[in-house]
T-cell receptor, first 112, second 113 residues
Framework: AQSVTQLDSQVPVFEEAPVELRCNYS??????LFWYVQYPNQGLQLLLK??????LVKGINGFEAEFNKSQTSFHLRKPSVHISDTAEYFC??????????FGSGTRLQVQP | NAGVMQNPRHLVRRRGQEARLRCSPM?????VYWYRQLPEEGLKFMVY????????ESGMPKERFSAEFPKEGPSILRIQQVVRGDSAAYFC???????????FGPGTRLTVT
């Protein structure tokens, strides 16, 4: 079985500051890794994915993440956040096309 | 290309009634997944279906819940004799044969009174 830990439940940050949202996973087999964003009362939007290849992946809205196999981490970063980035962010893993296992989410609060 | 469609967006049911949630996957997608998001909890997998087949229902409660994805038409998640604890947001996601990422619909928010 897989598990995902998002170490921070809330991350407050000022506008235009950099941010890192942390994600660690546990699995006995190789997994695919994903970050999703959820705005209030909406569905989840795929930000980026790591399937194979380069460990640094770039996604939408200026976000990027780095896969670190030895540390079993997949942290999400953005060099300069905007008010509009305020949302809940979920890290998820899957084995093949099986179900996604989600972390508990990190609420990013961007303050002016 | 339209995204994943779910209806209704909001559904209110009294205890003991049935709830039917519908999901139309993106065009060309033949894999459908259902997830549940309880208040103040993360998203939990319920069931994974392909056309006419249930591939994995390990996350589905054994009683009152069922799902189908017929050859024609949307996928349906059915909850019989709803209870207050069924109140949650139910999300459907779809993927196609050639990729692994799942695309989510806007969800159905079920309230049981």
């Amino acid at each position: 079985a897989q598990s995902v830990t998002q170490l921070d439940s809330q991350v407050p940050v000022f506008e235009e500051a950099p941010v890192e949202l942390r994600c660690n996973y546990s699995s006995s087999v190789s997994v695919y890794l994903f970050w999703y964003v959820q705005y209030p009362n909406q569905g989840l939007q795929l930000l980026l994915k790591y399937l194979s290849g380069s460990t640094l992946v770039k996604g939408i809205n200026g976000f990027e993440a780095e896969f670190n196999k030895s540390q079993t981490s997949f942290h999400l970063r953005k060099p300069s956040v905007h008010i509009s980035d305020t949302a809940e962010y979920f890290c998820a893993v899957s084995v093949g096309r099986r179900a996604l296992t989600f972390g508990s989410g990190t609420r990013l609060q961007v303050q002016p | 290309n339209a995204g994943v469609m779910q209806n209704p967006r909001h559904l209110v049911r009294r205890r003991g009634q049935e709830a039917r949630l519908r999901c139309s996957p993106m065009k060309g997608h033949s894999h459908v997944y259902w997830y549940r998001q309880l208040p103040e909890e993360g998203l939990k997998f319920m069931v994974y279906l392909q056309k006419e087949n249930i591939i994995d229902e390990s996350g589905m409660p054994k009683e009152r819940f069922s799902a189908e994805f017929p050859k024609e038409g949307p996928s349906i998640l059915r909850i019989q004799q709803v209870v207050r604890g069924d109140s949650a947001a139910y999300f459907c996601a779809s993927s196609r044969d050639t990729t692994y990422e799942q695309y989510f619909g806007p969800g159905t928010r079920l309230t049981v009174t």
